[in-house]
């Protein structure tokens, strides 16, 4: 029998228990194997650097509690006795990177696509099977890759004059409103929610979006919009904020509508 170490309730299997856990205590899968095997302290890289390492996934991994010996890169410190010596390792990097620069380093599958070459192909289907396969992994590098995008400057979205895509703030702000995150999560959402996201005039549930039918996009932004103003970014986005703010604290009217039938309510959609 496993006892739950959180509510003392026993189960038959550990798949059992880990499912009460997860479900009931909302405590990850990660953090239940820490706790049950590893005394509730992480496990670190043996390389001695601190590094937390990561818990090996599949069904033997996650029965035993096993968690990787080094980090991600690191066994190389151990074999090759070079990780901690970091001038050796900025004289590395400095070197890869001039070489790759100047051309006389080049990886592997430079230039190469999965159309043109058949290890890229069959690299990126194995990649992709052994991810779609594995619901734990698949999991795993979204809550990583979520987690990096907001503590990451690698890996953080770039907005505003940070972007690659900056043009100087050209953006109406219509358009700034339409694709902020927040207007979403805070207006969109909870519509489509309400409407069992569904099409409230033909039941699609296929290209939803969300109508103004009472209160008109349009005659909102005119409440803060000066036409004979030419707005900067900085004011552009400070009048998105107060837009997005009206549309939470009125609760602005709308319906979940597909794209089609949201046409036949605006003749000049999307023009």
């Known amino acids: 029998m496993h006892k739950c170490k959180y509510c003392n ?3 038959e299997t550990h798949n059992g228990l ?3 856990c997860t479900r009931t205590h909302k405590i990850s899968k990660e953090q239940i194997i820490i706790d049950y095997y590893h005394d509730g302290i992480p496990p670190t890289c043996k390389c001695g650097c601190g590094t937390k390492t990561n818990l090996c996934y599949g069904e033997q991994g996650r029965l035993n509690g096993y968690f990787r010996t080094y980090a991600k890169g690191h066994l190389p410190r151990v074999v090759n006795n070079w990780g901690h010596n970091k001038k050796a390792q900025e004289k590395s990097a400095e070197t890869r990177r001039h070489q790759y620069a100047s051309g006389e380093r080049k990886t592997w599958n430079d230039g190469l696509t999965k159309q043109t070459d058949e290890r890229v192909a069959s690299y990126g289907k194995r990649i992709s099977d052994t991810i779609n396969s594995n619901p734990d992994e698949l999991k795993r590098r979204s809550d990583w890759l979520s987690n990096a995008r907001t503590t990451n400057e690698k890996f953080k979205s770039k907005y505003g004059i940070d972007s690659a895509n900056w043009k100087g ?11 902020n995150k927040r207007l979403y999560t805070e207006w969109i959402y909870p519509i489509l929610v309400r409407d069992g996201f569904k099409c409230t005039e033909c039941g699609s549930t296929e290209k939803l979006e969300v109508h103004h039918d009472k209160e008109q996009m349009s005659h909102i932004l005119h409440k803060f919009v000066n036409i004979e103003i030419d707005y900067d970014f900085d004011q552009k986005r400070d009048i998105m904020n107060e837009v997005i703010d ?3 604290e009125h609760n602005i009217s709308g319906k ?3 794209k089609e039938c949201h046409k036949q309510l605006h003749p000049s959609y999307n023009t």
């Open 9 to 11: 309730k026993e189960y």
């Open 246 to 248: 009206y549309h939470v």
């Open 169 to 179: 703030g050209t953006s109406s702000i219509n358009n700034l409103v339409r694709v």
């Open 18 to 20: 880990m499912k009460h």
């Open 256 to 258: 979940s509508l597909c």
